[in-house]
């Protein structure tokens, strides 16, 4: 892994790549106005970009740059402050003071959702498998400015970790959490979600591991498991989600009650 900085750094910037590169295990090359492109040919590794404002990371030549953004979560939260019913919190029954877990972070939208209702009582988890996609997920909910400063404060609370999912409900006691949740990469393409497209190549589409992730999570939950899938998808009926129908939308929400 590259860390470095864009073509005419601040010293701020360098002090931040150089910081970041401590933390990753990573190696600090200064950009000398050099092109992604050039670097990526010359050293043959992910690259991440350092800014004052974004953390960049291009995982090949040609790749467009994975960055932290808050994503559909804003205009969910303002909705969501005047007064409207989310539909993943309505489809969880989650409550202030509820802990939620994410078992498939990504973007961490869900989460910033999960961690508003829950409030500074409640408590949100996020997992992500990719070791680099959570780093940067977790210093872009840390530093996010927002004009919605609920949202800010819900963002600052969510603790994400890297590692598989199923591995981390294989640690947890017994009813440890109020509500899990899973939203995998939809198997079918749906347009709308284009938000996401720079976590595909990301992802992970193991149904065998998402079946396992389902019946541990049986074990770990309170009150319920929340999948959020193409509205055609087999999952729902395979592993025993009742699925909701949202006419309006191609993503459905389906829930097991435990």
């Given at each position: ?212 992730a389902v019946n541990e999570a049986k074990r770990v939950g309170r009150k319920r498991i929340v999948l959020k899938d193409y509205f ?27």
């Amino acid at each position: 892994m590259i860390i470095t900085t864009a073509g005419r750094p601040s010293e701020k910037s360098n002090i931040m790549a150089i910081a970041v590169a401590k933390e990753l295990n990573a190696q600090f090359i200064k950009r000398n106005k050099k092109s992604i492109n050039k670097m990526y040919e010359t050293y043959q590794q992910p690259i991440i970009v350092i800014t004052e404002n974004r953390y960049e990371y291009y995982f090949s030549a040609d790749s467009e740059p994975f960055f932290f953004h808050p994503n559909s979560s804003a205009f969910r939260a303002k909705r969501m402050l005047g007064g409207e019913k989310d539909p993943l919190i309505s489809a969880a029954q989650f409550q202030k003071g509820d802990s939620f877990l994410d078992c498939t972070a990504g973007m961490g939208s869900d989460a910033i959702i999960a961690s508003l209702a829950a409030g500074a009582e409640g408590r949100v988890i996020g997992i992500e498998c990719n070791p680099v996609v959570a780093y940067l997920v977790q210093n872009g909910l840390r530093s996010w400015k927002s004009e919605i400063k609920p949202m800010e404060d819900a963002m600052k609370r969510i603790n994400i970790y890297a590692m598989d999912h199923l591995e981390y409900l294989k640690m947890q006691p017994d009813q440890s959490f109020d509500v899990i949740y899973f939203d995998p990469m939809f198997t079918e393409s749906v347009l709308s979600s284009s938000g996401i497209n720079h976590l595909r190549p990301h992802a992970a589409y193991s149904t065998t591991s998402l079946e396992l992730a389902v019946n541990e999570a049986k074990r770990v939950g309170r009150k319920r498991i929340v999948l959020k899938d193409y509205f055609r998808s087999h999952r729902f009926k395979e592993f025993g989600f009742t699925q909701m129908i949202r006419p309006s939308s191609k993503q459905h929400y389906g829930f097991i009650e435990l």
